[in-house]
């Protein structure tokens, strides 16, 4: 009885827009291909899963290699549910009222069991209780009684020590009461999602708030198909809710938009920039703000490329800390890669280096500060070194996002998702072969290829080329 209609991600997809579950079960060809971020996030919630398993050791694992396998999975499941000897079960598969879901892990309590599920995030959200709900109310239709339904995610005060403590590495936390509240809502959602999969043709759903909350959803490419690139949906200054009330109204072009909602500096800024399609900024601000050509041709250019793993590798060292991988440098003399062990020794140092670069000079120019203030933030916890000296950017170090940010810099169109790959496009340049950093960090850290330093070195001088070409552009448009 492995056919369903609907699982775990469709029933969380229906929550989120009834569109995008038809859309998915009757016309996957329309999906937009996975960002990199997105296969990211997927492939730490596997890992993170994984080692939350041990927090139950010994378990019976029924995961299916493929949804070939639902059908024996299921059987398996019942199987090990009826035997005394087995306390624990990983991956355990369940059916009914055609929704086919895999709990993370059940654990025996007496004759009843106990459910948890898993989250690679540091909180709880409405998305996990939803799911959750869903996940008791199909298991409870088998005839197996829960006790209790919690929620295992990440630590967020966990400091690891020499080793790894998982009962301190994540929280389990119960949420049964709010799981048993959720239920009747849940099971009225099960029947109205099951009607839309049998309709002929896609709901009319119009495009709204629900295209990128709580997800970004991945039928955006087809569905925000005829929104022009300079629409004002994209208008980030403008209250989200207000942008759409306008559409939903008929309103096509930004000059059609009345001229009294757009209040701020930043709002009227962007208005001039959609309106006009050129980039606009913030003419005082820049001025103080925005180097001169000058300083700039004696500034070096830094590209740190850092990774985020969910579980500390190292001890004094936090879920999602930040850690340096490599560091490309460039002056008008000079230009260096130096790479980091994941160790506490790689964290002094870059501690090292990167005090000495900002202390010698009096500008250091890179993409994003936020990468180079969080890595310090690990290495002063890690190597226990006195409180750093600023916990804002120092004054000698600008970021090129920051920067944006504060002169009310606007594009013409929509920013996307990579920041500067657009702000190139805005500058008439995007001929830099810019390769996403997630793919980066990826590529370097699972590749074995002996020539993956040198790959790296020249994948991080292009970032920096292209950051600095962006702080030339703004300088040029302040100061000319
Ligand atoms: S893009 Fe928006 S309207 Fe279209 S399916 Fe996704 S959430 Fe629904």
């Known amino acids: 009885m492995a056919n369903h ?15 995008s579950l038809y859309l998915n079960k009757k016309r996957p060809f329309l999906r937009d291909k996975m960002s990199p971020l997105q296969l990211a996030k997927f492939k730490r919630g596997t890992n993170v899963g994984i080692l939350a398993q041990e927090l139950f050791p010994n378990g019976l694992d ?28 990983y991956e355990g598969v369940f059916q009914h009222d055609d929704v086919l879901i895999i709990i993370d892990i059940l654990v025996r309590d007496g004759e009843n069991w106990k459910a948890y599920e898993v989250k690679s995030s540091l909180s709880v959200s409405t998305t996990f209780l939803q799911d959750a709900a869903l996940q008791y109310h199909i298991i409870s239709g088998n005839g197996v009684h829960l006790t209790d339904f919690s929620l295992i995610f990440m630590n967020r005060d966990y400091i690891r020590g020499e080793t790894l403590d998982l009962h301190q590495l994540f929280v389990t936390q119960s949420v049964l009461k709010e799981v048993k509240i959720a239920v009747l809502d849940t099971v009225s959602a099960i029947q109205k999602f099951k009607a839309v999969l049998t309709l002929e043709k896609s709901p009319a759903i119009a495009i709204g708030p629900q295209c990128q909350s709580p997800y970004p959803c991945d039928f955006v490419g087809h569905c925000w198909k005829n929104v022009p690139e300079n629409s004002y949906l994209y208008m980030e ?8 009330e306008y559409h939903a109204q ?14 701020t500096d930043a709002q009227k800024i962007q208005l001039e920039a959609f309106t006009t399609n050129t980039v606009a900024l913030n003419k005082a601000l820049a001025k103080k703000q925005v180097p001169h050509q000058m300083q700039l041709d004696e500034a070096i250019i830094i590209k740190l490329l850092i990774h985020q793993p969910a579980v500390p590798l190292m001890a004094n060292t936090k879920a999602y800390d930040a850690l340096p991988i490599a560091m490309y440098t460039k002056t008008l003399q000079s230009e260096e890669t130096v790479f980091f062990e994941q160790s506490t020794e790689g964290l002094k140092r870059f501690l090292t280096l990167i005090m000495v670069l900002l202390s010698n000079r009096t500008l250091a120019i890179t ?3 936020t ?4 890595c310090l933030q690990t290495a002063h916890r890690v190597n226990n070194t006195s409180e750093f000296t600023f ?6 170090l600008i970021g090129l996002r920051q920067l944006t940010q504060s002169i009310d810099f606007s594009l013409p169109t929509k920013s996307g998702d990579f920041f500067l790959s657009g702000l190139l496009t805005a500058f008439g340049k995007n001929t830099f ?18 020539n993956k330093s040198m790959h790296l070195a020249a994948e991080l001088s292009q970032y920096a080329k292209a950051t600095a070409f962006c702080f030339d552009k703004l300088s040029e448009m302040t100061h000319k």
Do not use: H, W
């Open 433 to 450: 072969k810019l390769k996403e950093e997630v793919y980066l960090v990826n590529d370097f850290l699972a590749d074995e290829n002996e």
């Open 5 to 19: 209609l609907l699982s775990k991600s469709t029933f969380i997809r229906g929550k989120q827009c009834e569109k």
């Open 62 to 89: 029924c995961q299916p290699k493929s949804p070939s396998q639902f059908p024996k999975k299921l059987i398996e499941t019942r199987e090990a549910l009826l035997n005394p000897l087995v306390n624990v079960i």
């Open 237 to 244: 200054s403008l209250e989200e809710q207000i942008r759409f």
């Open 250 to 263: 008929g309103v096509v072009s930004p000059q059609e938009l009345p001229q009294n909602i757009f209040k």
């Open 391 to 396: 916990f804002s950017t120092p004054p000698s």
């Open 367 to 369: 993409d994003d500060d």
């Open 371 to 374: 990468f180079i203030l969080m």
